[in-house]
């Protein structure tokens, strides 16, 4: 993607205690291909455990961070001093728990000066308050009647005229502040261009104010009500009609925009095409157990078929155990790197150079304590390179798709082998070939590491049950790459 960055682009980001997903959002807005921005942080009021890490940022990027403090005043209030602080030529929201894919602000300029409009808004996935994919909401053109009935608009998705959004501050109100502001603005332009490229992560979280269903309604008539300044039948009215729309939207997005899915397949390892970049992983009971968590790069997936509930999803299967990928691999002249990534392990480098005729590089990965910090794991790694991953399922896959997603310029050829590199580098046994053939190499590994294997294939045995008697790989198509 390439575009002209001669305009600022102004970030506003409203800041309220955020522990949790704050780096994780912060560093999706240093990581965007657009580079001309200013990152205009709002700390409205929070605790003072909180001032040391919104220092170092401002530290760290002193010429593209400015952090600004003022009393609790909420979200309003703090995104109207972002407003009134920026000095780009185009505004861009984003919540201090959202994320932003690494195209989201060049995507969207292009389309703002393509189409000479002011205002646009995309696509966006919805996340639990885990890693897990909920939905993903696909936008509309929208006309003042339109957004009366249902704001569907994501404002983390947002990129708008400066111009315009000094002219329409946001109004101090619980929820709903945002709907009330895009209410003022559509009147003015007459109408809002969508675009429906995934631009951002929107994480639900249970304890938000935008979740309290009760507050949503009473500050839904008050903007019908206080702002449109329509009567009290008729705004009572558009709030029955709107939590209606609510709910047929939910169901949209949960079923609807999110599936199918289409992932892709491979028989024969000897047929990969290091062509464009992607992730291989294993179907197994593991990753079929959580697959949502794959959800967001299914275009970029490839599995290979290992292990016995994938006989029950696939009709031809035919299984490779992953201990002989690496074996049948046919690299081809453009891969110009190999990285091991993961657990340091001197059998298995030998193992992979001599193997591969390669000199691969190593890189250790941290201990993570939970998915999360998996996910704001951040590589650069070089262009054209196959990368080896070694560590357990399924933050491997967590790791494989953020190399992919933070080098997408280049061409990343990621293998998601877990402890299949272990096995053919010799530290641990090789399951026997009647067992394996059997399907029961599960069983052979519960010698080693019992409790936590034990414990680990009940947990994935019963999630991947539950989703097979409830019909949900009715929803996943699987296609085989010929």
């Known amino acids: 993607m390439k575009s002209n960055q001669d305009d600022l682009i102004s970030v506003v980001i409203p800041f309220y205690n955020e522990k949790t997903y ?3 959002c912060i560093n999706s807005v240093l990581d965007q291909s657009y580079k001309n921005l200013e990152i205009i942080i709002i700390n409205d009021g929070s605790d003072n455990e909180y001032l040391e890490t919104l220092e170092n940022f401002k530290n760290k990027y002193p010429n593209k961070i400015f952090l600004y403090h003022k009393e609790n005043g909420g979200v309003s209030s703090a995104r109207n001093l972002g407003i009134q602080k920026a000095r780009g030529k185009y505004i861009s929201f984003i919540d201090a728990d959202d994320v932003w894919f690494p195209y989201k602000i060049e995507h969207q300029i292009n389309i703002l000066k393509e189409k000479k409009i002011d205002f646009i808004h995309g696509s966006y996935y919805i996340l639990e308050e885990g890693l897990k994919i909920q939905g993903k909401f696909i936008p509309r053109d929208l006309y003042y009647i339109d957004l009366l009935k249902s704001c569907d608009i994501g404002l983390s998705t947002v990129t708008l005229s400066t111009d315009i959004a000094k002219k329409n501050l946001f109004p101090k109100i619980s929820t709903k502040e945002d709907y009330v502001c895009w209410l003022k603005i559509i009147k003015e332009l007459g109408n809002f261009r969508c675009d429906q490229k995934i631009v951002a992560f929107y994480r639900r979280r249970k304890n938000s104010l935008s979740a309290k269903f009760f507050l949503k309604f009473i500050n839904a008539f008050k903007v019908y009500y206080n702002y449109e300044k329509f009567g009290i039948i ?52 593991a990753s079929l157990s959580y697959m949502n968590l794959l959800y967001e790069n299914y275009k970029n997936i490839i599995f290979w078929l290992d292990g016995i509930c994938a006989k ?53 990965l941290p201990y993570f304590k939970n998915l999360y910090k998996a ?62 053939k059997l399907n029961l190499e599960w069983l052979w590994r519960l010698k080693t590491d019992t409790f936590f294997r034990l414990k680990r294939l009940i947990i994935t045995g019963i999630f991947f049950l539950l989703k097979k008697v409830f019909g949900y790989f009715n929803k996943i198509n699987f296609k085989e790459l010929i």
């Open 234 to 285: 008729k705004s009572i009215y558009f709030t029955l009609r709107l939590s209606i729309y609510y709910l047929i939207k939910e169901n949209i997005i949960r079923n609807k925009n999110l599936y199918p899915i289409n992932f892709n397949y491979l028989l024969d390892i000897k047929k990969l095409r290091f062509e464009k970049s992607f992730m291989l992983v294993a179907l197994n009971m």
């Open 312 to 364: 029950y999803i696939i009709k031809n299967f035919i299984k490779t155990a992953g201990r002989k990928i690496i074996g049948r691999l046919r690299l081809t002249e453009n891969i110009e790197n190999i990285y091991l990534i993961g657990n340091h392990s001197e059998k298995q480098i030998k193992y992979i150079q001599d193997t591969l005729k390669r000199k691969i590089e190593f890189i250790e």
């Open 22 to 24: 704050f780096d994780d």
């Open 375 to 436: 996910s704001i794991f951040r590589l650069n790694i070089k262009n054209n390179s196959l990368v080896l991953i070694n560590i357990a399922t399924p933050k491997q896959e967590i790791i494989g798709n953020n190399l992919l997603k933070f080098n997408s310029s280049k061409k990343i050829f990621v293998f998601c082998l877990g402890g299949g590199i272990a096995m053919a580098a010799g530290e641990e046994k090789v399951v026997p070939e009647n067992i394996e």
